[in-house]
């Protein structure tokens, strides 16, 4: 980790080609909103598998573990969790969970399903 930034993160940033001086002042716990913008994009160019697979599979799957290390991060996964709610319908995520193995499959049931009632849950 440089700069308490999970290393993950700073070399997304820096393979952009950010300088260190804007790395430094980016608010990496916010990155899941553009995150669930470019899923948007997938979804509509690349279909519903590849947008859950970007979005669950690897970006909530990684935010959640630096949430664990990270305050402001695990301040920002309830809101997270809420918007992967807004990109996919409830048949999408069953769907796609349904197919992973079950170890992973628990890990994103626990990150999908925590603290949601199925009243609250939005229906498309």
């Keep these: 980790m440089i700069w ?17 001086d804007i790395v430094t002042g980016m608010k990496f716990h916010k990155i899941w909103l553009q995150q669930c913008r ?16 970007y979005l669950l599979g690897e970006k909530l799957l990684n935010f959640a573990e630096t949430a664990d290390q990270h305050p ?5 996964l309830p809101r997270f969790q809420t918007a992967v709610w807004n990109v996919f319908n409830p048949y999408e995520l069953a769907g796609y969970l349904s197919t992973l193995k079950p170890s992973r499959r628990k890990k994103l049931q626990k990150l999908l399903y925590v603290n949601r009632s199925s009243s ?3 229906a498309t």
């Design 38 to 53: 470019a899923t948007r994009r997938i979804k509509k160019r690349f279909g519903v598998e590849s947008a859950l697979n």
């Design 72 to 76: 402001e991060f695990a301040a920002e």
């Design 4 to 20: 308490g930034l999970p290393a993950v993160l700073l070399g997304c940033a820096l393979c952009l080609g950010v300088s260190s």
């Design 120 to 122: 609250s849950h939005r």
